[in-house]
Structures are given as structure tokens and as C-alpha cells.
């Protein structure tokens, strides 16, 4: 049976559907990016709220700017927005059919209602998923990468936005004129400072396009910080066959996810927010609080992924938990985590590291989740500079071990030409695609032309004598040897 608000009281296979009233709903939360995770975390913490607490005025309208997300819109408009999230553990599956997204607008061809939804009196938050690429962010000068032609378009054009500031600008500014509040700006994507990171992007963006806005919203806006949480891989055919045999539900787009979930979330907000905390959510009263368990967590978790993908794509893997049932690639992981990379975490209060770990060794050997390889692939730009590059340059402060660390950059550039060890091409995805992977085939085995890089690699570490030589020994390995005879030089296992 097709998911739809019509045939809702049919689906009593799903553990849970919505119970309220979808039709006594107000978008009080306006949401861009609305992909997979999104749809397994916010949208799944607002559909409690809506389902415990009534909490009428909160439900999300979902915003798609990218042409691909004409799909999405295709998927939900049909089944009025709802969908099934299904978590899966090795105890078995359960179904969720979630109803807090309560309309999609897909944003080409609609520039105009996209702003008009944010700048209604009832949007009280604008919350985005729009991926690290999506915010123009130089990670080495920490500006607002103003030279991209997006960002130029949106900047000197009068014609419909393109990028998420060009959208919250317009937005903000008609706000600013008709004297309401500006809404909340909460990104919920993985990045260190994520909410900081938003604010300087976008309040840089408005100072050259709506100054006098921008002055306004510097005084008067939130941009709270938040630690994100949820392995949510990419929905693939098998998925919603399965979904339709277990439970008798058709659904065009279902989220697989794990049980696990977790959000930090900073108390700042400029214009009211739901009782997040009543649904498991921990509200945190200061930056600093999400500071300490954002950076474990995209160091660990996020840094572990990327560790691990690149070479277990060069040999040949296809889902995360075969890679970390491998013991060789388990105990690099194990050596990554706990040598390199746990050393430099501060201390939280009521936090076990060692604990944490082993929770993410279980979470990433979940069989049932069928992560790929290929999507922790996805973004490489994007996540190195986040995850993996801070704890090379902390560790070359403190003369500590940056051997496994930069092995998975040598992985990356070795990943970057295209081609894995059995010759097989594949498609690399990643906004700087095109350049990073002309300039990894002129480089071939040495690092050189990819750590001329500026945006990515600064001065520190391409000028840095222990990173360049380890580098350059790793690519050469892996060069000669493939990834799995260098991570044999890399891994002494347990006996
Ligand atoms: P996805 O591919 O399912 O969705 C990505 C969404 O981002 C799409 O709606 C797309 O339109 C939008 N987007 C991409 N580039 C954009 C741009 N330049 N401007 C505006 N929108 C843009 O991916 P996903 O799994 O939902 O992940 C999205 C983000 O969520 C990640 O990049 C990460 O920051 C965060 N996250 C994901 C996970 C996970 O396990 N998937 C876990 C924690 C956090």
C-alpha cells in the first residue's frame, strides 16, 4: 500500500506513524538539504515532538535547491511528504513512518516562494543539511570563499538565488523591512563550529549584498553550534523492496538508519525553538559544552571514516563493515584512534572515551546497515580539512605520531587519480573533482602537486619537513605495494 495522509491508519505493521492532526500544522522550521540524514534526525526528533507534545507550530517544510533534488520532490509530493525511516541493528528491522515534514519545495523554477516561506512570520528557524561543500568555507583563511561563481552570481546578480546565502539573505532582509525577528540559522551539517562557521559565512555574504541587514542580523541573529549524530547510509533498491515485503509499506524514498542517535545542541536561538530537550535532544547552555563532544565525535567518528575509506576502497571493499571486520584494517583504526588521535581530545565530563570507541567499533560493524564505502568516499575535500588535517597539525605541535593519520591522506591522493589497484575507474564525487584529480594524475606517486593546494593545505603542513617525508614514504608504499601490503607495514597485529 502507498504511503499517504489517506490510507495512514493502514500501516499498523510500522511501529510508529503519526497520531496528529497533519492538517493543523504551521512550518515553523524551514529546512535546505532535506537528503538522507536529515530525514533519519531532525525530522525524526520533530516528529516526536509533534506526536508527544503536540507541538503544532514546528513541523519543517523541506527546501531542495539542487537540481538533484528534483528527485526528492518527486518521491514525497506524491505520498504528502511522508516517509519511513528503518532502523536496523542486528536484532532485526522496525519501521517508522515519520509526518513532520509537511511540504517540499523544490527550489529552481520556485526562487520566489522558497523566500517567501523563510520570510513568513511562522518560520521561526531555517535549519540546513547542505553538506561541508555547501558553504563556501576557506578552510586556511576562514572566510567565505567570495571567488566562487555561485557565491559572484548571487553576489552581483539580480536574478534568482542559487546558493543557501543568496536564499537566507533575501529572506532576511524582507524580515528586516517588515520588522519581525530573523530566524534562527541552525546547521546541523558535520563540521567543527558548525554554527559559528554559518554565521561568519553568511553575515560576510549580507555585509556585500544587504549591509544595513547584515548590521541587524549581526545584532539580533543565532547561529547555535551543534553536534550531529546518525549513521544514515544512501537508500538503495533493496531497501524499499524490503520495506514493502516486512511491512506491507510503499514508500518511493525510505531512510535506513541505526538505532543510535545523539544531538548537542547549543541554547541560542533568536527567535524561539520547540522543546528540543523533551525528546532527547541535550541542550547545552554554552559553545563550549558542544565544542568538547564535537570535536570527539568528527574526530573519531567522522576522522575514522575517512581513515578507513580511501584505502579500503583502493582494496577493493564495498560496505564499511566488511572493511572493519578485517582485522588488519580493524587494528590500524584501533591504532589511529587510540595513538594518534585520542591523545589530543580534551576530557569531558561524564564521557568515557574508550568507551565511546568501542561503541563506534560496534556502530561501524552494524552488517545490517550495508554502509558504503563509496559514500564515505563522497566529499573527500570537504572532510580532510575537517577531520583528519587538525589532528596531523596538533600532533606535529606536541612532536606526536602522524604515521597512520597520514597515511589516509597518501589513501586520498591515491584515490584521487580515479583508478583503483585492479584498474578499474571510478567516478570521483566531490565538488573540486575536476582539479584534484588532473592534478593527482600529474603528481602520480608523489605528493607534491596536491599539497600545492592552498585552499586545503595552507603553508603549515606542505612546508612541514616529518609531514612531507612521512607522506611522501606512504604514497610511495602505496604506489609499489597496494593498500593492503602497506597497511601490513603500518599494522603490527596482536598475536
Ligand atoms: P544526501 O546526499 O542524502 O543529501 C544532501 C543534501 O544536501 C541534498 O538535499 C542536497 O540538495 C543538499 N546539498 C548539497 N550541496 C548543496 C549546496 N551546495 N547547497 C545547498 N544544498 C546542497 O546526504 P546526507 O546523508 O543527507 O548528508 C548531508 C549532510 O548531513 C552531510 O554532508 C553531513 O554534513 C551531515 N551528516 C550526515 C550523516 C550521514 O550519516 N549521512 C551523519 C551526520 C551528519
Redesign the pocket.
Known amino acids: 500500500l502507498r504511503l499517504s495522509n489517506a490510507n495512514l491508519a493502514q500501516f499498523s505493521q510500522a511501529e510508529t506513524r503519526p497520531d496528529y492532526d497533519r492538517t493543523q500544522l504551521k512550518h515553523g522550521i524551514v529546512h535546505?538539504?532535506?537528503?538522507?540524514?536529515?530525514r533519519a534526525h531532525l525530522a525524526v526528533y520533530v516528529d516526536r515532538l509533534l506526536s508527544k507534545f503536540a507541538a503544532n507550530d514546528w513541523s519543517i517544510c523541506g527546501v531542495?535547491?539542487?537540481a538533484?533534488?528534483a528527485s526528492?520532490r518527486d518521491a514525497l509530493d506524491p505520498q504528502d511528504h511522508l516517509y519511513t525511516v528503518i532502523e536496523r541493528s542486528a536484532r532485526g528491522s522496525s519501521a517508522h513512518i515519520i509526518g513532520s515534514i509537511s511540504e517540499y519545495i523544490f527550489a529552481p523554477g520556485n526562487e520566489e516562494a522558497v523566500i517567501a516561506k523563510m520570510a513568513d512570520k511562522d518560520t521561526h528557524i531555517v535549519s540546513l543539511?547542505?553538506?561541508?561543500?555547501?558553504y563556501y568555507y576557506n578552510e586556511n583563511t576562514h572566510e567565505l570563499d567570495v571567488s566562487n561563481p555561485n557565491i559572484q552570481f548571487d553576489l552581483t546578480g539580480d536574478g534568482p538565488p542559487r546558493?543557501?546565502y543568496g536564499y537566507l539573505t533575501a529572506a532576511l532582509a524582507r524580515r528586516y523591512k517588515a520588522g519581525l525577528r530573523p530566524f534562527t540559522v541552525m546547521s546541523c551539517?558535520?563540521m567543527q563550529k558548525n554554527g559559528s562557521i554559518s554565521r561568519n559565512m553568511l553575515l560576510a555574504f549580507a555585509r556585500l549584498k544587504e549591509p544595513n541587514m547584515a548590521a541587524w542580523l549581526s545584532e539580533n541573529g543565532a547561529f547555535p553550534n551543534s553536534m550531529?549524530?546518525?549513521?544514515?547510509p544512501r537508500t538503495v533498491d533493496e531497501d524499499k523492496q524490503g520495506l514493502q515485503q516486512q511491512f506491507g509499506i510503499e514508500d518511493a524514498w525510505p531512510v535506513v538508519t541505526e538505532p543510535f542517535m545523539q544531538w548537542v545542541l547549543e541554547d541560542n536561538f533568536s527567535d524561539g525553538r520547540p522543546q528540543f530537550e523533551d525528546v532527547g535532544v541535550q541542550v547545552v547552555p554554552t559553545v563550549r559544552d558542544v565544542e568538547q563532544f564535537e570535536l570527539m565525535k568528527l574526530r573519531l567518528l567522522n576522522g575514522g571514516h575517512v581513515a578507513m575509506g580511501y584505502l579500503a576502497s583502493l582494496a577493493g571493499f564495498t560496505y564499511v563493515h566488511e572493511v572493519i571486520a578485517d582485522p588488519l584494517f580493524s587494528q590500524y583504526l584501533n591504532d589511529l584512534w587510540y595513538e594518534e588521535v585520542k591523545p589530543l581530545l580534551p576530557s569531558i565530563p561524564g564521557v568515557d572515551v574508550d568507551e565511546y570507541i568501542q561503541t563506534l567499533h560496534s556502530r561501524f560493524s552494524n552488517p545490517t546497515l550495508k554502509d558504503e564505502v563509496a559514500r564515505i568516499c563522497l566529499g573527500g575535500s570537504g572532510k580532510m580539512p575537517q577531520f583528519i588535517l587538525p589532528s596531523i597539525a596538533e600532533q606535529i605541535e606536541s612532536r606526536g605520531p602522524i604515521g597512520r593519520l597520514t597515511l589516509c591522506v597518501a589513501a586520498w591522493f591515491r584515490y584521487l587519480s580515479g583508478v583503483d589497484e585492479n584498474g578499474k575507474t571510478y567516478k570521483i564525487d566531490d565538488p573540486m573533482a575536476k582539479e584534484l584529480q588532473a592534478l593527482a594524475r600529474e603528481g602520480g606517486a608523489s605528493p607534491n602537486v596536491l599539497l600545492g593546494v592552498q585552499t586545503l593545505f595552507g603553508d603549515d603542513l606542505r612546508y612541514d619537513g616529518r609531514f612531507v617525508r612521512e607522506i611522501t614514504m606512504a604514497m610511495r608504499t602505496l604506489d609499489r605495494r597496494g593498500a593492503r601490503k602497506t597497511l601490513e607495514k603500518y599494522v603490527e597485529l596482536p598475536e
Open positions: 535546505v538539504g532535506v537528503g538522507g540524514f536529515h531542495g535547491l539542487t538533484f533534488d526528492m543539511t547542505i553538506t561541508e561543500s555547501g546558493t543557501t551539517d558535520n550531529v549524530d546518525r549513521i544514515t
